[in-house]
């Protein structure tokens, strides 16, 4: 049973290009999140998302950033004109459902370095 | 909105003794779910213990143990006969259990980095 896949683990941009995070939830999993973990931090909610839905962007910058959970494929998270205070670990995390403290499960994470 | 503060940046035990990691927590709320994550250097988000606030008995799996302090609004993990897997960064985690609102966001803390010497 495989968990849950981020890809890729590593990624390189120069300011200006865009940014493409995947994310694979585990089997079964119909509920994505994604969490930004800047150096010497936590991990901070960016976005819950459910198949097709945008349920809560709210701890998603409001400009330059956006997620997508198509009906097929992974999980997207997009950055547009990459900046250097972009450069982060960004993780994904799934659940089979939103409520009832169902843990979250989180993938390895990409981590996303601004040159 | 909820906060979780971990007090201790680092910490250091030798191997097979006893370690205890703090957490502490502000919330309005009485129903909620507490979680201690662990990410090892592969930076992995591992589950390492969950608690329920409803629950007065504390969270138990293997040589990991909480001691959950709700009217103090204290959550800390201990960590018995520790072995030098266990060294890497212990996060404390909060989340709502109300039906309505943002009951799916996890609000963690700024992390513990734990050494275990041999």
């Known amino acids: 049973n495989a968990g849950v896949m981020q890809n890729p683990r590593h990624l390189v941009r120069r300011r200006g290009q865009e940014a493409r995070l995947r994310c694979s939830p585990m089997k079964g999993h119909s509920h994505v999140y994604w969490y930004r973990q800047l150096p010497e931090e936590g991990l901070k909610f960016m976005v819950y998302?459910?198949?097709?839905?945008?349920?809560?962007e709210s701890g998603m910058p409001k400009e330059r950033f956006s997620a997508e959970f198509p009906k097929e494929g992974p999980s997207i998270l997009r950055i547009q004109q990459v900046v250097r205070g972009d450069s982060a670990a960004y993780f994904c995390?799934?659940?089979?459902?939103?409520?009832?403290?169902?843990?979250?499960?989180f993938g390895d994470g990409t981590r996303l370095s601004i040159l | 909105a909820q906060t979780v503060t971990q007090s201790q940046p680092e910490m250091s035990v030798q191997e097979a003794e006893t370690v205890t990691l703090s957490c502490t927590y502000d919330?309005?709320?009485?129903?909620?779910?507490l979680f201690w994550y662990k990410q090892p250097p592969s930076r992995q988000m591992i589950l390492v213990i969950r608690?329920?606030?409803?629950?007065?008995q504390n969270a138990t799996e293997n040589r990991f143990s909480v001691n959950f302090q709700k009217a103090a609004k204290s959550f800390s993990l201990k960590i018995s006969d520790s072995q030098l897997g266990d060294a890497a960064m212990y996060f404390c985690a909060y989340r709502s259990a109300n039906s309505g609102g943002s009951n799916y966001k996890l609000t963690f803390g700024k992390g513990t980095l734990l050494t275990v010497n041999p």
């Open positions: 608690q329920e606030a409803y629950k007065q």
């Open positions: 995390a799934s659940s089979p459902l939103d409520r009832g403290g169902q843990p979250q499960h």
């Open positions: 998302l459910q198949k097709e839905n945008i349920i809560d």
């Open positions: 919330t309005s709320e009485s129903d909620y779910y």
